[in-house]
């Protein structure tokens, strides 16, 4: 490679933004990437510092631990059902508010405002509802009906996602509004001159449309559905109730007793997964792209 060559790359776009990228990429390899890498390391030994290389072997052991399967059951569970009713929620305000309605900024705001409340205030606000000692049991006992303990009973999940919606449907609803008001329209009043209705429009142009940012929601909303493990902290603990025992909790008692290998082996296979489902969605994703070009 000769002087001018060398000239050349230097002075080249992508050289400087390197330049100025390299502080992060340092500190997320430091900080993100080598110890990810070292746990996937860890999770095929059988101890820190120097442990034998045993394969598979923490794998089998993890995958066939009971609480290891209760944790993936009730992940995958609240995941099934939280992001779809997510997704439907937060599509269906957004076209609502979409349109010219009295109060609709307001309405905007107020489902945007669970975004800025902290975590500690959101769990204190739903423990003084669900609380044993709480208003939906002080409502129960004042028409003469039993109290109970919701978070130790079996519609604790159902708790769990009603309070991921209420946070983060205002997130999603600001995404899809961004993708609505996007779309040209042009369109619609060329298939009101068609003569095709709402529903037509709703299905032939809206959600055709909106598929692109549809993928994105889906995306953001899978790996927000990951970070409930807060909250459920907060509600109730190291050891919740079974149906509430999330993969984060597993791996938060491993990390307390220091297994590392058993910590490490979840962690992979969690974040194995998780690119599995990335990947398939954005492979869905480009497809649909190239075809609607």
């Known amino acids: 490679m000769n002087k001018k060559t060398v000239r050349t790359l230097l002075r080249s776009d992508g050289f400087k933004a390197i330049g100025f990228l390299a502080p992060s990429l340092i500190g997320f390899a430091i900080f993100y990437l080598l110890p990810f890498l070292m746990g996937i390391y860890e999770s095929f030994t059988d101890g820190t510092q120097g442990g034998a290389f045993v394969g598979l072997g923490n794998y089998k052991e993890v995958t066939g631990s009971l609480s290891f399967r209760k944790a993936s059951m009730n992940t995958l ?27 609709r900024n307001w309405l905007r705001s107020s489902f945007i405002l669970p975004l800025v409340v902290p975590v500690a205030s959101i769990v204190m606000f739903w423990q003084i509802f669900f609380d044993w000692n709480g208003t939906l049991n002080a409502w129960l006992h004042h028409f003469h009906k039993e109290r109970i303990d919701w978070m130790q009973s079996d519609g604790a999940m159902s708790i769990i996602v009603l309070m991921y919606v209420w946070k983060n449907i205002g997130y999603n609803m600001i995404l899809f509004l961004a993708g609505l ?22 299905f032939h142009i809206t959600l055709i449309y909106l598929t692109p940012t549809m993928f994105f929601v889906v995306l953001i909303s899978i790996i927000n559905s990951f970070k409930v493990f807060r909250e459920i902290y907060l509600l109730a603990g190291e050891y919740p109730y079974d149906r ?4 984060q909790h597993y791996m938060n008692n491993m990390f307390f007793s220091l297994d590392i290998q058993k910590l490490t082996t979840a962690a992979t296979v969690m974040v194995a997964c998780i690119v599995i489902l990335v990947t398939g969605l954005l492979s869905i994703e480009r497809r649909f792209r190239n075809n609607l070009g």
């Open 244 to 247: 509430i025992y999330m993969m």
């Open 77 to 103: 569970l609240f995941t099934g059902v939280g992001v779809p009713l997510l997704i439907m929620s937060s599509l269906v305000l957004s076209l609502l508010l979409n349109k010219s309605l009295y109060l």
């Open 181 to 202: 008001q996007a779309i040209p329209k042009d369109y619609y009043e060329t298939a009101q001159i068609e003569g095709a209705g709402k529903l037509r429009q709703l």
